[in-house]
């Protein structure tokens, strides 16, 4: 659960692994390209926020009504009229990591009572991205933790940024594709509760929107 930009409390979920792999790792490479332009950023610095352990948390919830799916013609009309904004799905996909009309948007459906927001991934095609507003901990009942480890690659090997060789000050970091690894034993004690079902344990995704032919043998390779 993390606060918003105006400091409420919103949680973010998915009904797929791979979105909440896809987002996570886009998020860890806003982080590390900030702390690149810091003055006294060091390279063993630089690999500590580059590449991070993190945790896949599988849970069930309660029903919670009165949602909004962003990307609706009602939603769009309802956007237009209340607050004289446009949003389409080009606008709604907008990949920068802070997009004010969307957050706006976000924060007048929470003071109209609505108790979040689904929306598609701008960096995954399948599945969708839900935030939850306000302390909905009470709802969800956790059926597994999953230690996972992710990190930021290089442009040209998909050389991993906790690699004591990785220097991002002469090697080019990649953008558009990062690497993540779920512990060997957690992934086969728990891979029956993820979707999709037989999600890779480990490998390299993009985290730009593209189609994918077999799905999801497609969206996660073993080679950069």
């Not at 109209?112 to 839900?130: A, F, M, T």
């Not at 442009?155 to 060997?184: C, H, M, Q, R």
Request: glycine share 4%; charged share 25%; net charge positive.
């Amino acid at each position: 659960m993390w606060p918003n930009f105006q400091g409420y409390r919103t949680s973010y979920a998915s009904d797929n692994a791979l979105v909440c792999i896809t987002e996570s790792l886009y998020h860890l490479s806003r982080q590390a390209a900030w702390h690149l332009r810091q003055p006294k950023c060091s390279v063993p610095f630089w690999r500590s926020v580059a590449a991070m352990d993190k945790m896949l948390v599988v849970f069930t919830t309660n029903e919670i009504t009165d949602l909004v799916y962003i990307d609706s013609n009602e939603c769009r009309l309802w956007i237009a009229t209340r607050l004289r904004k446009v949003l389409h799905p080009s606008t709604i996909l907008y990949p920068d990591f802070f997009y004010r009309p969307l957050q706006e948007t976000s924060e007048r459906y929470r003071k109209e009572r609505k108790k979040g927001i689904v929306y598609p991934s701008s960096r995954h095609l399948r599945d969708w991205g839900l935030a939850l507003f306000g302390d909905r901990t009470g709802s969800f009942k956790i059926s597994a933790c999953l230690k996972m480890r992710l990190a930021l690659t290089d442009e040209a090997t998909g050389l991993l940024a906790d690699d004591v060789k990785f220097d991002p000050f002469s090697t080019p970091i990649n953008y558009a594709k990062g690497y993540y690894s779920i512990d060997g034993a957690d992934h086969k004690s728990f891979q029956h509760l993820l979707t999709p079902a037989s999600l890779p344990q480990s490998g390299y995704i993009d985290l730009i929107r593209r189609k994918y032919s077999v799905y999801p043998t497609d969206a996660v390779s073993a080679h950069p």
